[in-house]
């Protein structure tokens, strides 16, 4: 699947990872996933890896209702959620910019936009300098 995530419930982290075309249908599906995860909390710390990205699906309007049911889900508590765009390229720095702009009317909703890793790992708080390191922390 072109978007799939692991919650590590012990960093109170959630990393979503896109691969190839980010299609929203498929979004919306695998936040739904995230939704019922036993392990989903309020305010947990959101890193999204867009690297991996090759193609974007331009539908304003569908991307507008998977915001307003991520919203759904993350106003349900007093937390704010931090999300983390991470980014290499112009494609996904465009992709991660509108979808950040669409959070502006939710102030319980941090997102900002990283281009290097170990930065956006930095802002989150994690000891990880690399994706690699935080999903292998044995390695």
């Known amino acids: 699947m072109p978007v799939s995530f692991r ?5 109170g982290l ?3 990872r896109y691969e190839g075309f980010a ?3 498929d979004s919306m599906k695998v936040f739904g996933e995230y939704a019922q995860h036993p392990d989903c909390r ?5 890193f999204v890896d867009l690297s991996l990205v090759t ?7 569908k991307l ?3 915001q307003a049911q991520k919203a759904g889900v ?3 508590s007093q937390a704010q959620t931090l999300i983390v765009y991470y980014v290499t390229d112009e494609l996904t720095r465009v992709m991660a910019s509108l979808i950040a702009r669409s959070w502006e009317p939710f102030p319980w909703v941090i997102p900002v936009v990283y281009e290097n890793e170990k930065d ?7 000891a990880a300098t690399s994706i690699s390191e935080l999903l292998n922390p044995a390695n």
């Open 55 to 61: 193609e974007v699906e331009q539908d304003f309007p």
């Open 64 to 66: 507008m209702e998977l």
């Open 42 to 46: 309020p305010g947990q710390k959101q």
């Open 23 to 25: 299609d929203v249908a």
């Open 120 to 126: 956006a790992l930095e802002f989150l708080g994690l």
């Open 7 to 11: 919650i590590l419930p012990s960093l």
């Open 14 to 16: 959630v990393y979503v």
């Open 74 to 76: 993350f106003m349900n």
